[in-house]
C-alpha cells in the first residue's frame, strides 16, 4: 500500500526544509534533537515590545508545524517510519509540506498575536495590519533557505497571500481565539504527504491535533503578554512602510 503521495515535480528535486534536517542521511537520527531544540527556543520573557512578539509568532508557528506535520507522519506510517526518511521522494514531500504548514501556521499566530495584544489599545486598524505583517515578514526571514525554489514554496506568494487576508480582516468584530486558527488546519490536513485514499480517513483528527496544539500556544502568550508595554512602545516608534 502507498503510505504518501507526491506530484510530478516534486520528484525531480531535493527540497531544502524549514530550519534544520542537514541533509537525508542524518534526518532520521536528527528529528528528536530537532524537535528538543525547538522546544528549549520557546522562551518564557515578558513579552513587551514588537521585537519580542515577532520572535514569538515566529518560533511558535516554527514549532506547531514541525510538531504537528511529524506527528501526523508519524502515526500514519507506524513502524515504516523511521526506513523513510531513507527515502528521497518522502524527504522532499515532507521539506514542501513544512514550508506550506509554516507559512500558515505564521499567517493564523501573526493575526492572533495581534489581536490578543492590541485589543484595548488606542490605535487604528493600519497599526494592527503594520504589526501583524511585520510579524509575518520576520518569520518568513528567520526560515529563509534559498535551496528551496519557488515552485515548492515561494515567500513572496505566501506574504501576497497574508496581505489579502489582512486587507479583509475586521480587527474590531471579527473572529476571535481559536476561530482565527483556520489557515493551519486546513494547510496540515492538505500538505500532509500521505496518500489520498489514507488520509480521507484522517480528517477530523488532523484538523483537531493541530487545533489542540495551538492552544497551549495561546496560553502562553496570555502568560507572557504586557500589552500596556507593547502599546507604549509602538506609540513611541515612527510607523514603518507597510
Not at 530537532?34 to 522546544?39: E, I, Q, S, V, W
Not at 520573557?45 to 501526523?72: C, P
Not at 499567517?107 to 505583517?133: E, G, N, P
Request: proline residues 5%; hydrophobic residues 45%.
Amino acid at each position: 500500500m502507498d503510505f504518501f503521495s507526491v506530484s510530478g515535480w516534486e520528484n525531480r528535486h531535493n527540497w531544502g526544509i524549514l530550519l534544520v534536517i542537514p541533509n537525508l542521511k542524518t534526518a532520521r537520527d536528527f528529528l528528536p534533537h530537532f524537535l528538543a531544540r525547538l522546544k528549549l527556543r520557546r522562551e518564557s520573557g515578558r513579552i513587551g515590545t514588537a521585537d519580542s512578539l515577532r520572535e514569538f509568532v515566529s518560533t511558535r508557528a516554527a514549532f506547531i508545524a514541525q510538531k504537528t506535520l511529524y506527528g501526523y507522519v508519524k502515526t500514519r506510517m507506524g513502524t515504516r517510519y523511521p526506513s523513510m526518511f531513507e527515502d528521497d521522494v518522502f524527504i522532499s514531500s515532507v521539506n514542501i509540506a513544512k514550508m506550506q504548514v509554516f507559512a500558515a501556521c505564521l499567517s493564523d499566530l501573526a493575526v492572533f498575536a495581534v489581536s490578543r495584544a492590541l485589543v484595548d489599545a488606542a490605535c487604528d486598524d493600519a497599526a494592527r495590519r503594520q504589526l501583524a505583517l511585520a510579524c509575518f515578514r520576520e518569520g518568513l526571514a528567520q526560515n529563509e533557505d534559498p535551496s528551496v525554489p519557488p515552485e515548492a514554496f515561494d515567500p513572496g506568494a505566501a506574504l501576497a497571500a497574508f496581505e489579502r487576508r489582512l486587507a479583509f480582516w475586521d480587527w474590531q468584530d471579527g473572529p476571535r481565539g481559536p476561530d482565527i486558527f483556520t489557515e493551519s488546519p486546513a494547510a496540515l490536513f492538505r500538505w500532509a504527504p500521505i496518500s489520498e485514499n489514507l488520509k480521507q480517513f484522517d480528517k477530523e483528527i488532523v484538523l483537531n491535533s493541530i487545533r489542540y496544539a495551538w492552544r497551549e500556544v495561546r496560553v502562553q502568550l496570555d502568560r507572557q503578554l504586557d500589552a500596556a508595554a507593547l502599546a507604549a512602545t509602538l506609540a513611541e516608534r515612527p510607523r514603518e512602510p507597510a
